[in-house]
């Protein structure tokens, strides 16, 4: 059985009334989803800004609400979850956002922003807080004198080291990275992405990996589904997706990335062709 | 004659901790019609090199210290402000990562056009929005006459970012700057703009800089590259030599940290290669020593004695003391 299963998830926002009387217009942003991800394994979902994909993730974990389909996280239907249920359920999703810098609280040490989640989602016994902090801090790599800092203290790799030390907190089932690394520094993306996927084979989690970049996505999927319009119009196995590519619309999404490879080979060509002149 | 050409360039900002210099000795040349591409990562002074040429180092913290920057045989670290005026977005034009901010929000787009060609050119009003309508044709927005009513909101980040390539080519300018012209918009878009400036180079014969740090984008795009490195010069090639065998470890780290869009992928995944570290702060910059040496595997004593100097290697120019 998959961990996630999604089933023609709908999200719609509502749009301004073009007169009084009209009725309501509504944008869909997400138009009947479906995909599913097996434990410890990630699946990315990509596409251009407007596709729905980010909205996709935040209705699987409920931070927007869903106007139909089914979301079933490890055989527990999430839609359906109220109030103390809700809660419960949300410690076993956690977000890892694109941008570091908004999404950690100025106001708080970095130890603090570490044990928040542990401290209110429970399951974690007050006096093991801090030692579970201690090892957190190591699992990403940062120092231990460095809990005492604030976040503007800390370079934009460093946050987003400790965007992920929260995340892994509460033990979560599932964890969502919108745009883990789109706000990096080139050098530093690499740090994170291989740090990510240490992570993923020492604890077996599993990813939601949004992303517009290809060749992150080509390095870090097992899946990918790719989203057009609040819809999945391409959903394969990562070599197979790459390898050959059904829909014209990813086929276009690859063919506009602009690669290194692509040169050597022109070059290559181009002196080939040369030779033999 | 190269139709632009830097030397010895230095740019100082001042702090509270002291003046160090963010462009500290770069020097290089511009071709007509060539397309230079400048990488490095953010604080590398690819930036401030950039507003340098078009004498727009912030004031009062910033000072063009040393050097000469040629232009058509003008110095124009020394021209009065007055000159560079009618030089800049006239002759030198730059577009900007992010067009939303550096467009005017309460000016449609065609009267940010017209602006340009009236204020330059000497345009009629009339004239100016004519042409502004044929600009904005040029840059492949459709129903142009329609949309140069548009205000920037009213349009997509794609057709913004082509609205501001309208602004800087209104003049046929001889050198044209792209401050991370696609950073902020979609792959399948940046193709596109990526089309569109390479299709003005061939009808305009406009040289291009192009700031990044993208080396995809180098490839796609450029002819010479220059890899900057703390406000200093790590390398410079044409852009086939060095993807091919890049000297200065900082080059070969930022080709490799990257993960590229393979042709035949593999179940084969391995680690992607890391630069440890980050740039270093600017209270370090102008030291004499190799500043990347504490991000480099191959360093030896001298990086920590000597700032490496600028050695040619086949095509190449790289600044490392262990480069061959």
């Known amino acids: 059985m998959p961990l996630l299963d999604v089933r023609d998830l709908v999200v719609r926002f509502p749009l301004k009334r073009p007169n009084l009387l009209a009725p309501r217009p509504y944008l869909t942003a997400v138009d009947g989803v479906s995909f599913n991800i097996e434990r410890g394994e990630t699946l990315a979902i990509v596409g251009e800004s407007g596709s729905g994909k980010t909205t996709t993730a935040l209705a699987v974990a409920r931070l927007v609400e869903a106007q139909g389909g089914q979301v079933t996280l490890a055989g527990q239907d999430m839609l359906s979850l109220e109030g103390d249920g809700l809660r419960e359920a949300r410690r076993r999703f956690q977000f890892i956002f694109q941008d570091p810098y908004s999404s950690l609280n100025p106001r708080l040490r970095a130890s603090e922003i570490v044990a928040e989640p542990l401290r209110s989602l429970g399951g974690t016994a007050p006096e093991e807080i801090q030692s579970k902090v201690d090892e957190l801090f190591a699992a990403v790599g940062l120092r231990p004198e460095q809990q005492r800092l604030f976040p503007h203290q800390f370079s934009g790799g460093q946050r987003q080291r400790l965007g992920i030390a929260r995340a892994l907190g509460p033990q979560p089932d599932l964890i969502i990275c919108d745009e883990p690394v789109s706000a990096l520094d080139v050098a530093v993306q690499a740090q994170i992405l291989n740090l990510l996927r240490r992570l993923q084979a020492e604890r077996g989690l599993t990813y939601l990996f949004i992303s517009h970049d290809l060749g992150v996505v080509q390095h870090m999927c097992d899946h990918v589904a790719v989203m057009y319009h609040g819809n999945i119009v391409e959903h394969a196995d990562r070599l197979t997706l790459f390898n050959t590519p059904q829909h014209d619309y990813t086929k276009a999404l690859l063919a506009a990335v602009p690669s290194v490879g692509k040169r050597r080979r022109d070059t290559a060509h181009e002196s080939a062709g040369a030779g033999s002149a | ?324």
């Open chain 2, 1 to 324: 004659m190269p139709l632009l050409s830097v030397e010895n360039l230095r740019v100082e900002l001042k702090t509270r901790e002291g003046v160090f210099p963010v462009i500290d000795d770069v020097s290089f040349s511009l071709e007509e019609g060539q397309n230079l591409a400048i990488v490095g990562e953010s604080g590398c002074g690819k930036s401030m090199t950039a507003l340098a040429l078009m004498g727009l180092v912030p004031q009062p913290v910033g000072r063009l210290a040393a050097g000469k920057i040629l232009f058509a045989g003008e110095d124009l670290a020394q021209v009065s402000e007055t000159r560079m005026r009618s030089l800049r977005g006239n002759e030198i034009s730059m577009i900007f990562q992010e067009p939303m901010t550096s467009l005017n929000p309460v000016y449609t787009t065609g009267e940010q056009i017209a602006e340009v060609l009236r204020r330059h050119q000497g345009l009629g009003t009339k004239a100016a929005w004519e042409h502004a309508v044929e600009l904005l044709d040029a840059v492949g927005i459709p129903n142009p006459r329609a949309r140069a009513d548009s205000y920037p909101h009213q349009m997509s980040g794609g057709q913004r970012q082509r609205v501001m390539i309208a602004i800087a080519l209104a003049c046929r300018p001889k050198i044209l700057i792209a401050d991370e012209p696609t950073t902020a918009l979609d792959v399948t878009v940046q193709a596109q703009i990526f089309e569109l400036l390479r299709g003005l180079r061939r009808e305009f014969g406009t040289a291009l800089i192009l700031i990044t740090h993208d080396m995809g984008a180098v490839a796609e795009m450029a002819d010479r590259v220059i890899v900057m490195y703390a406000g200093r010069k790590a390398e410079e090639g044409p852009v086939d030599a060095v993807l091919e065998t890049p000297r200065h470890p900082y080059t070969k780290g930022l080709i490799a940290c990257v993960p590229h869009l393979m042709d035949n992928v593999t179940e084969d995944r391995p680690e992607l290669f890391e630069i440890p570290g980050i740039v270093p702060p600017l209270s370090s910059f102008g030291e004499d020593a190799c500043l990347f040496r504490s991000r480099s595997e191959q360093c030896t004593g001298k990086c920590y004695e000597a700032r490496p100097e600028e050695r040619v290697i086949g095509e190449q120019i790289v600044a490392c003391w262990s480069a061959y």
